[in-house]
């Protein structure tokens, strides 16, 4: 009962948020520089081309209706028409999501893979040259930008070792799983980074706990201490810093994208953005937005149903 | 003017396959190309493709009534076996070639001929039906096609070879599901669309942003040189990778056959690569900057560059060898006319156009009685590296005439906005002609009523008089008289910086043969062929 | 960094002084040192670097490193030592800029709405939510693409979205520590809001602000560069790492030093500041 009542606290929350995201990308659109109107004729467009097109667009009708329509349109699904991709906007965005969903997962899987093991050792090792070496390596991969990291692995991997393809995303899973290895380990590499660091304090927190000490004082088999008390807290401490580095994630998708010629809404984004397709850049920020709302939603879901405590804020 | 009337045919296959030459002993048929693009095409249509990237790649899905011989300086047949101009240059005659196909295997007709043109010079769909004014009707008799025009048009038959009014089947568009043109057209060449083509290839796949796919036409009427239908290969396939460095890789990669644009930087080292043929093809592209030619500028203060005098000596004091040296690495030449590059039909070789020479500009900014450290602004586009490097030299060039040259890094909207309103002092710029004829390109650059001679709000009386005659002119010696005079008045007044002409760099790896690029920019596969 | 404290903790009972303490540790010793030469080449770049950063010279384009360039000569033939350590005035300066802004601001509005509350807090709730759904950087591109690239506008676009985060982390501090005696005996004492929100709120509650600062401009650094790499930060001639690095990119099989020194810059200023903030965590950890 209480979960369903929380869940339902949660979604009406979200409203008055959405307006107010819907706001700030109607307001970001109508503040580019340069025409629309002119972006979308170019150069080569008479006056009274642009006039017509500024017509058709209802860019002439006074800002509040402009907003009234922008929200209406979105809420039955109608993001408009990419200027350039020359298609509805939805669908543009729909048909480049999957890649970048794909991404995404993949890098969430090799970031636990790699921080979980690590933070382990590093935990279990602390203040030992492994926590040490482990941590420095992990500081300096924080410290790289995601472009600089994608062209390294680009450069030595793909184009002189040839152990990967340099672009493209494939066909079948395995085949996408193949090409867009060097990418997710990109964005993998930032997001570990962070992911082992908390990892590695919540598992300390535990083995310093006074009920575990007093489990070991007791003679408990350590194994069991670890399953039981280290696992759950370690999951749900990766599940709220996943949940919570999704904007990051999505940022790293972004850059990453551009890096490795994958084509997914993050390229799409920057493609729009010079282009001055601005019913596309406000679809796809309306998209970012919802997935991160999304992702939220569930990451605050799951904490609350595996720690019910939490619930209380 | 007498009736030009030519049979063409065989000539023209023979002037195609000199492409093909050293692969002459046997062509190997089969195999699949991939192509690293900069950018994507949007939609391929004839009528709605308005950019480079659609523009370029109609002629291989639909063929035209004409097309350009191979050295661009005369026209030949293409769908149409041959033409004929009537007497008073008002009407134009054509006939189909025999048994020429869709991809279906359905025949191409006079109706497709007819239904095509119509919609090419609908103002109401394309934005290039302008180019098509002059005609007043087209009509079919089966396969003998009439052309009535209001006027004698000297640019018409050029238009029959130009991507705008290519043949599609009426069929396929009435079949189309959609209500207007626009979604018809939207269906045909969707995703999974039917993909019908009258050219070499049709679209097989179309993921948008993504990759495309062209499939061999097996109607297609021209022979190769084994005697059997082209294209050679069985297909095209695109990738859109926009980073420059990302494509070069994925050539040296080995994971495509042919990357285009090729940043200039990097010609002098592919060219190395024994494995890549690194080819540099002729093009009509100028890069230049309109000079804002007004009494006052925008914000109503004096304009320096109103005087030509200070405007002739920007152009003395600019170093082009030295600018194509920094931006292009040598891959590049002057412009040595005014109004158009050297590979467009009617261009006058003036050159050395505005050679570098110092004193003389000097001279010219004392004559005009300019202060010394007067600030001109120079706007670039915002993120191009070409834009920077020219900024940073034309600085250090202006500086000992007197001009302080200062940066203004707009969008290339913005920079669109500020050409129409006349908000600029000097910005960067650059043209590829659509059209096989001068009239497009000067028509940009100089004629006042198009688009205020490119912005720089230059209006010459007499520059327009001579273009408004050489747009009726079918005398074609007479029309080339009007165009030397054009080109002679316009590049005295010097309302642009001239700076260069940039060649496509097309990088090709070894085992591909018969790629092109034409001068226009157009991507030609029919006579590709891959050693496998 | 948290066992070293804990060893410390097992110390004297009389306190060391904070900075002896932080002369102990490695991590951030080694941080502050990045950081004071980083911020000498910053106010200072003429000095150490040997050549004029926007000076083209043909007859020089693209060497190896040699005595004469160190990091060779780019494109251009301009001296890529000499652009590097320009850089590090527009980059530490990003470090600055970019953040200062949004950490006042943050700390302003976060403790007024974490004082009174009510009406306010609410609607700022509803802010912070809207903006934390969109990811950072596409904010922050977003923004940029309505102002423009550039440096002053990306400043503006970090600072518009970054302030929330500040905000959000006093209204946290503010809220937890009026809970403590000194708030409300401020409050029975009849001191005025202004005076109990910055004389006594304020200060103790702005630790764990300035250790996200540290953490903030390293990633200013990291999210100035990567927009300069896409072409909406700094503006190329102007030298700046993630536009050199971009610069250099085509050429990364074939004059590798021009990417791979600025790439070095970045990731050393940015390991310099984060090891500062995990030292200043540590020494300012209240400790029970």
Do not use: C
């Not at chain 2, 570098?356 to 007067?374: F, I, M, Q, S, W």
């Not at chain 2, 002092?425 to 000067?442: K, L």
Request: proline fraction near 5%; charge should be negative; charged fraction near 15%.
């Amino acid at each position: 009962m209480a979960g369903i009542q929380y869940t339902l606290n949660r979604l009406v929350l979200m409203i008055p948020t959405f307006l107010l995201v819907m706001i700030i990308i109607f307001l970001l659109v109508r503040l580019l520089p340069g025409d629309p109107a002119i972006a979308i004729a170019g150069d080569k467009a008479s006056d009274a081309d642009i006039a017509a097109i500024r017509e058709k667009l209802g860019l002439n009708a006074p800002l509040l209706a402009q907003f009234w329509y922008f929200l209406t349109n979105t809420l039955q699904g109608d993001l408009g028409r990419s200027i350039l991709l020359r298609a509805p906007v939805l669908d543009v965005i729909l048909a480049r999501l999957p890649t970048t969903i794909f991404l995404a997962v993949y890098a969430i899987s090799l970031s636990i893979l790699i921080a979980g093991p690590l933070a382990f050792l590093a935990a279990v090792n602390r203040g030992r040259w492994q926590d040490n070496l482990i941590r420095a390596v992990f500081q300096v991969g924080l410290s790289m930008p995601v472009f600089y990291i994608g062209l390294i692995l680009l450069t030595f991997l793909a184009a002189q070792l040839r152990l990967f393809p340099v672009g493209g995303y494939g066909e079948t899973f395995w085949d996408r799983m193949y090409h867009l290895f060097l990418p997710a380990v990109t964005v993998a590499l930032y997001t570990s980074a962070i992911l082992m660091r908390n990892l590695r304090a919540a598992i300390i927190e535990v083995l310093d706990a006074e009920y575990v000490q007093f489990a070991r004082a007791k003679g408990l088999p350590s194994r069991l201490i670890l399953g039981r008390h280290v696992l759950k807290n370690a999951l749900i401490s990766t599940v709220t810093l996943l949940g919570l580095s999704i904007g990051q994630l999505m940022s790293g998708t972004l850059v990453t994208e551009t890096v490795f010629a994958v084509p997914g809404v993050g390229r799409l984004m920057l493609e729009a953005i010079f282009a001055r397709d601005y019913p596309l850049i406000q679809g796809l920020t309306l998209t970012f937005a919802v997935l991160v709302s999304l992702v939220f939603l569930m990451t605050d879901l799951f904490q609350s149903w595996l720690d019910p405590r939490m619930r209380l804020s | 003017m007498k009736a030009a009337a030519l049979a063409v045919g065989l000539a023209m296959s023979t002037a195609l396959g000199a492409f093909t030459i050293g692969t002459a002993d046997a062509v190997e048929r089969g195999g699949t190309l991939n192509f690293a693009r900069y950018d994507g095409s949007k939609l391929v249509d004839p009528i709605y493709a308005d950019r480079n990237p659609d523009i370029w790649m109609v002629g291989s899905l639909f063929s035209t009534l004409l097309e350009p011989t191979a050295d661009g300086t005369d026209l030949v047949g293409s769908l149409a076996e041959s033409y004929e101009v009537s007497a008073d240059g008002k009407t134009v005659s054509l006939v189909l070639r025999d048994g020429v196909k869709f991809s279906d295997g359905s025949p191409v007709t006079g109706e497709d001929v007819v239904f095509s043109l119509d919609r090419a010079r609908n103002p109401d769909l394309g934005p290039w039906a302008g180019l098509l004014s002059a005609i007043s009707s087209v009509s079919a008799d089966s396969g003998n096609i009439t052309i009535s025009l209001e006027n004698p048009d000297p640019a018409l038959l050029s238009m029959l070879a130009t991507f705008n009014t290519a043949i599609v089947s009426k069929k396929a568009f009435e079949a189309a599901p959609g209500a207007t043109d626009q979604e018809k057209s939207a269906a045909l060449f969707a995703k999974g669309g039917p993909g019908l083509g009258s050219g070499p290839f049709y679209l097989s796949g179309f993921e948008q942003g993504a990759s495309m796919a062209f499939t061999a036409n097996p109607h297609y009427w021209k022979q190769g040189e084994d005697g059997k239908p082209l294209p050679y290969i069985d297909g095209v396939n695109f990738q859109i990778i926009p980073d420059d460095a990302t494509r070069v890789l994925k050539l040296t990669a080995g994971e495509v056959d042919i990357a285009e644009f090729i940043p200039f930087s990097r010609v002098a080292e592919l060219d190395a690569d024994p494995s890549i043929n690194m080819n540099l093809f002729p093009s009509t592209r100028i890069i230049y900057s309109p000079i804002n030619t007004r009494e006052k500028r925008a914000d109503g203060s004096p304009n320096p560059l109103a005087d030509k005098r200070v405007r002739q000596a920007i152009n003395y004091a600019t170093n082009k060898e030295a600018l194509i040296g920094l931006v292009l690495q040598g891959a590049g030449k002057p412009m040595s006319s005014p109004v158009m590059s050297s590979a467009t039909r009617l261009a006058v070789d003036m050159s050395p156009l505005y050679g570098y020479d110092l004193e003389k500009a000097k001279a010219l900014v004392a004559e005009a009685g300019l202060e010394p450290g007067t600030e001109v602004t120079l706007t670039t586009l915002a993120g191009s590296a070409d834009d920077a490097t020219i900024f940073a030299a034309l600085q250090q060039m202006w500086q000992p005439i007197g001009i302080n040259l200062v940066a203004e890094q707009v969008d290339g909207a913005t920079r669109g906005a500020k050409n129409r309103s006349g908000e600029f002092d000097i910005h960067t710029y650059g043209w590829v002609d659509d059209v096989n004829d001068p009239s497009q390109v000067t028509g940009w650059l100089g004629y006042y009523p198009t688009r205020k001679a490119v912005g720089t709000g230059w209006n010459n009386a007499d520059f327009n008089t001579l273009y408004e005659a050489s747009s009726t002119e079918m005398d074609s010696e007479k029309r080339a008289d009007q165009y030397k005079q054009m080109q002679e008045i316009y590049a005295e007044a010097a309302p642009l910086l001239f700076m260069y002409e940039t060649p496509f760099a097309v990088a090709v790896s070894g085992k591909v043969d018969g790629y092109l690029q034409t001068p226009l920019g157009n991507n030609v596969f029919e006579n590709v062929s891959l050693d496998r | 960094m948290s066992e070293l404290s804990l060893s410390q903790d097992a110390a004297p009972a009389q306190k060391p002084s904070r900075i002896r303490m932080a002369l102990r540790k490695p991590g951030f010793m080694v941080g502050a040192t990045i950081i004071g030469i980083s911020t000498i080449l910053a106010l200072f770049p003429g000095v150490f670097a040997p050549y004029d950063p926007n000076f083209i010279d043909y007859t020089a384009v693209r060497q190896p490193p040699s005595w004469l360039h160190p990091f060779g000569t780019d494109l251009l033939g301009r001296d890529s030592f000499s652009r590097v350590i320009w850089a590090y005035s527009v980059n530490m300066q990003m470090a600055v800029l970019a953040t200062i802004f949004a950490l006042i601001i943050g700390v302003v509005i976060g403790a007024l709405v974490g004082y009174y509350r009510g009406i306010a807090d609410m609607i700022f709730g509803r802010v912070v939510d809207a903006i934390i759904t969109f990811p950072f950087l596409v904010l922050v591109i977003a923004v940029v693409a309505v102002l423009g690239p550039g440096l002053v506008n990306m400043y503006i676009a970090i600072t518009l979205v970054g302030w929330v985060y500040y905000a959000r982390l006093m209204r946290a501090e503010v809220i937890s520590q009026m809970g403590n005696d000194y708030a409300s005996a401020g409050i029975v004492m009849g001191y005025s809001d202004l005076r109990i929100i910055f004389r006594h709120l304020l200060p103790n509650a702005i630790t764990p602000i300035v250790v996200y600062w540290m953490t903030d401009m390293a990633l200013a650094i990291l999210l100035g560069s990567s927009l300069g790499y896409l072409g909406l930060g700094a503006q190329p001639p102007q030298a700046e790492w993630g536009v050199l690095i971009a610069e250099g990119r085509n050429f990364i099989t074939t004059a590798w030093w021009l990417s791979l020194m600025p790439g070095i810059a970045i990731v050393l200023t940015g390991l310099g500041f984060s090891l500062i903030g995990d030292g200043i965590a540590d020494l300012l950890r209240p400790r029970g």
